[in-house]
């Protein structure tokens, strides 16, 4: 069977206050309670029997472990025919010994993920609002987290030289691995200019991550890829690009049930607690986007699979046909991003 991709937010509520962060509001007002989260579910499961679907779902926030159902939201994805497998986004500072425990005696619980911005002290408590001390013990915490787990590392124009570190710290820590993805500027990070990678930077940046995995540093080969995985191996490392499923096999929930085509993109298409899933999925406007709908050098782009990143033209231009403006290729003339977001 095929496999849908969701990113749930089930509660906007939070205990820190990282600068980059997407959200604008951390409080539980508008998270759906219980009932409301089950019914949400059943209209997602309709959806996915109808189109022969396979679920794979990343719970997250805020900060997931905070919301009062949390484990009852696990026990229905634990027993529900549909889910495939899923994991769970952290910034780890409620982790601990027995819910590690717990966590490893789940069948479908795959991947364990925690937030990070830095490896180094300084870029680590700049970003995020907690000890640096209580960043290391979160992760001897989690590496005894039987399956796969993970760090989540979001792309600063601060913290690129983090990236070495971010080896070391994988095996000395004995995790699986870690991820990058670019910072996007929305939520409360929307005003810090001096947070939106540029050009440059992701384009060395992806190099670095090519030759430290051995692999030729020829970008033609990852254009295609929004993120990118990177696991420790025996004898070296491997590395994964992840492709955009906006709009093919995949979107965001929110705590609210409103959906987007993916976190990065607050575009909304509907509402799952509300609307039947499968009119949401049918109005996407991302899934109707060809080639000649693009504007710009995305238009005209050679990379038969790459359309550009839909949800950054659409978070600094305000126009999802826009051209991507972190392009590996673009050379013509186009402004800073962050001239066109006038900040």
């Excluded at 679920?55 to 549909?82: A, K, N, Q, R």
């Amino acid at each position: 069977m095929r496999v849908f991709h969701i990113q749930w937010h089930i509660t906007n509520f939070c205990n820190l206050r990282c600068k980059h962060c997407y959200q604008e509001t951390f409080d539980a007002s508008d998270d759906l309670i219980f009932s409301d989260i089950q019914k949400l579910f059943t209209n997602l499961s309709c959806f996915l029997k109808e189109n022969n679907l396979n679920l794979t779902v990343d719970i997250t926030g805020g900060e997931p472990f905070l919301h009062p159902d949390f484990w009852g939201i696990i026990e229905m994805l634990e027993g529900s025919d549909v889910v495939k497998e899923y994991g769970i986004i952290t910034n780890g500072t409620l982790l601990k010994a027995d819910i590690i425990k717990k966590l490893n005696s789940l069948s479908k619980m795959k991947t364990l993920k925690v937030s990070c911005e830095g490896i180094e002290r300084d870029r680590f408590e700049y970003v995020r609002n907690m000890p640096y001390r209580r960043f290391l013990d979160i992760l001897e915490i989690s590496a005894n987290f039987y399956r796969e787990k993970l760090l989540m590392f979001t792309l600063l124009e601060k913290n690129a030289n983090q990236i070495p570190l971010l080896f070391d710290t994988v095996r000395k820590y004995n995790l699986s691995g870690f991820i990058v993805e670019r910072f996007f500027p929305i939520g409360v990070g929307k005003q810090l200019k001096d947070f939106i990678v540029s050009r440059k930077t992701w384009n060395v940046t992806i190099r670095q991550l090519l030759g430290l995995c051995s692999l030729p540093q020829d970008l033609y080969n990852v254009a295609e890829y929004r993120g990118f995985k990177v696991i420790k191996k025996k004898n070296g490392w491997e590395i994964f690009g992840a492709m955009c499923v906006a709009g093919k096999y995949g979107c965001a929930i929110m705590h609210d049930g409103t959906v987007f085509p993916c976190r990065r993109f607050p575009l909304k298409i509907g509402n799952a607690a509300s609307e039947p899933f499968n009119e949401i999925w049918d109005a996407n406007p991302l899934r109707k986007i060809k080639r000649q709908n693009l504007k710009g050098f995305c238009k005209t782009c050679k990379i038969r699979k790459c359309y550009g990143c839909r949800a950054l033209a659409y978070c600094v231009y305000g126009d999802y046909l826009a051209v991507d403006p972190l392009c590996f290729f673009y050379e013509g003339r186009i402004l800073h991003p962050l001239m066109m977001i006038g900040i």
